[in-house]
């Protein structure tokens, strides 16, 4: 039986929420199922099996909010757990996960959903209504020590209501299109989702009354959640791997017709292995499933293994049409010179983005237009146009900044004797040679960038604490682009994904716009106006997007006859659309053969049904 809130915690619930209670439900609510959408997993999925692959780092901690969360497996506990609805991945419709159905209040703020009542958490206890009270409560404590969540819904979700245990209401602040509610309620990232409330109930730590444990950082930084998903979190060995394990047959989700035939792996093993190279060795050796090769030095040169020449390893690359987010090379302008946009102008013409796809990527990446990403449809502003590597240019900027002097070593000095000199951070050894490009072309304007590779875990936290000087970073995104994170002057301070540290009241304005605005025509011209302001600045050198999937794989591992959809950005991840599977028939008869020295046809996928 589920437990009651603790006083603490029902005290910290809003008066609205508690009104909801008794509130009566409209009655000419129109309600949305979409359960006639077409399917995109397999009748040949087979359960079973352990799927093996690797971290390049230890995360630093199993929460999904506060300091350091925003690691490598925080979609296995949340990103890639059920929301109330998801989009098809190709027909961009809503369809059902923790919600049956859903419906829009007159408001144009409020969605009413019913929840499925044979959803539970992996523990047994029931989803019900109160998991998403308690979600207000959990992400608008302090505790959490995690700035945008507590922003998040405290302005955007400013209520929810309970209306019986498995009906419920969210209201957000401002009037928006219908579109909008559901991107920010839905979007994988902005944690509007169920929180256990049983788990944290009988807490006595909470000394200031907000509802969550005032040590919730250090006391549940190695202790995970209940899950919703497929798949829980079974084994820790700290520093070395994780294991996650199915639930089971008897997974709520697959009463859901769009679950069925997914999540198919009993069990995922990831082991630590801090060098991609010796990854790969890891995979060829049969130690991992699977081994992404979207890198181009990887594809071209070590994916035509012996492995691969007797048929027991194959090719997969996929296309996909995912929206790309913000990325590329972030200036963080509270640094010194940096906030001198002569400074950034220069260093936008004198990074060699479009040189370093053509010699290190081989050509296989595309240039993002803008530094806030690509693919938003109306939202993406047509005119936007990255800079070109022009040295002449360059110099002239770093001239007009007071950097008219060349040093003995080829680099710019000002009167004051200061060299024209940023770290490049980055976290994975496979982008080395793309920095080192960088720094070689940079030189040609008497620029000079260093590079400091960190662990991945390291170099994000240092990114986010905005103690680097530039950083190279790709971030994920929605169905439409993201401003207040990045750029809002709220979030110019640690601990938020606001890179640049930059400030500008007109930009704050219209951030502040775009996120009101209800109707999509102006906000899509908002958007446009906020990244115009963006390009001007020179903060970000728009970096590059892919937009395919490539793998190795062993011949065991399986996937539908169409692979991709629009929207797979990982063929393989048991997190994503998770539609593939382990035949352990099919591995039993390659670990014998290998043995026998039996081998097979060679098998290379391509699917470029949704290549642009």
Do not use: C
């Not at 603490?8 to 008066?15: F, G, K, M, P």
């Not at 181009?296 to 390893?313: L, N, Q, R």
């Not at 220069?346 to 796809?357: C, E, L, P, R």
């Not at 704050?508 to 011209?525: G, N, V």
């Amino acid at each position: 039986m589920k437990k009651l809130l603790s006083l603490s915690i029902a005290a910290a619930l809003s008066s609205a929420s508690f009104a909801g209670f008794a509130a009566t439900l409209p009655a000419d609510l129109k309600w949305i199922s979409n359960n006639d959408e077409p399917l995109f997993a397999s009748e040949e999925a087979k359960r079973g099996g352990t799927y093996t692959t690797y971290l390049a780092s230890f995360p630093q901690t199993l929460r999904s909010v506060g300091p350091t969360a925003n690691s490598g497996i925080r979609g296995y506990l949340m990103d890639g757990t059920p929301k109330l609805a998801q989009r098809h991945p190709n027909t961009g419709k809503y369809i059902p996960q923790l919600a049956t159905s859903w419906a829009f209040g007159d408001d144009n703020k409020t969605v009413y959903f019913k929840l499925d009542p044979t959803a539970k958490w992996n523990d047994g206890e029931k989803v019900t209504a109160d998991d998403y009270l308690f979600m207000l409560t959990y992400n608008r404590s302090k505790d959490i020590v995690d700035p945008w969540y507590t922003d998040f819904f405290t302005n955007t979700i400013v209520d929810v209501v309970k209306y019986d245990d498995y009906t419920i209401s969210i209201t957000q602040k401002e009037e928006l299109s219908q579109a909008t509610l559901m991107s920010n309620i839905n979007l994988p990232s902005n944690g509007v989702q169920p929180r256990p409330e049983h788990f944290y109930a009988n807490d006595k730590g909470d000394k200031n009354g907000d509802g969550m444990p005032d040590n919730f950082v250090k006391k549940y930084n190695f202790k995970s959640e209940p899950t919703t998903g497929a798949y829980y979190l079974d084994k820790v060995k700290k520093g070395k791997s994780l294991t996650f394990k199915h639930v089971g047959e008897d997974w709520w989700g697959y009463s859901n017709r769009y679950y069925k035939n997914r999540y198919n792996v009993e069990k995922i093993r990831m082991s630590v292995i801090r060098d991609t190279d010796i990854a790969l060795k890891h995979f060829e050796k049969g130690d991992l499933d699977n081994f992404r090769m979207v890198f181009p030095s990887y594809w071209h040169e070590k994916s035509d293994s012996e492995a691969f020449e007797k048929g027991y390893v194959q090719k997969f690359w996929g296309f996909n049409q995912t929206p790309q987010g913000a990325g590329g090379l972030w200036m963080n302008t509270e640094m010194p010179l940096l906030n001198d946009i002569n400074v950034r102008k220069g260093v936008s013409h004198a990074t060699d983005f479009d040189g370093m796809i053509a010699n290190v990527l081989r050509g296989d990446y595309s240039r993002l237009p803008s530094g806030m990403g690509f693919g938003h449809g109306d939202y993406s502003w047509p005119d936007a146009k990255a800079p070109e590597f022009d040295v002449a240019l360059a110099i002239q900027y770093f001239e007009k900044a007071g950097f008219d002097k060349v040093g003995p070593d080829g680099i710019r000095v000002n009167e004051k004797g200061e060299r024209l000199s940023f770290n490049i951070t980055y976290g994975y050894p496979v982008h080395t040679p793309r920095i080192a490009f960088f720094k070689e072309q940079a030189k040609k304007a008497g620029l000079e960038f260093n590079m400091q590779m960190l662990d991945p875990s390291a170099y994000f936290k240092y990114a986010l604490e905005k103690k680097h000087q530039l950083v190279f970073l790709h971030m994920g995104s929605g169905d439409t682009p993201a401003y207040w994170e990045y750029l809002h002057s709220d979030n110019a301070k640690p601990q938020t994904n606001a890179f640049n540290n930059f400030s500008d009241p007109a930009l704050d304005k219209l951030i502040d716009a775009y996120r009101a605005e209800f109707d999509e025509t102006k906000r899509a011209e908002i958007s446009h106006q906020i990244q115009k302001i963006v390009e001007d600045a020179n903060i970000i050198v728009p970096g590059y997007m892919v937009p395919y999937d490539r793998q190795v794989h062993w011949r065991w591992v399986k996937f539908p006859s169409t692979p991709m959809t629009k929207q797979t950005e990982l063929i393989f991840s048991p997190i994503d659309l998770s539609t593939f599977w382990i035949d352990t028939e099919v591995e039993k008869e390659t670990r014998e053969a290998m043995k026998a020295g039996k081998t097979f046809e060679k098998v290379v996928v391509i699917d470029d049904k949704f290549k642009v």
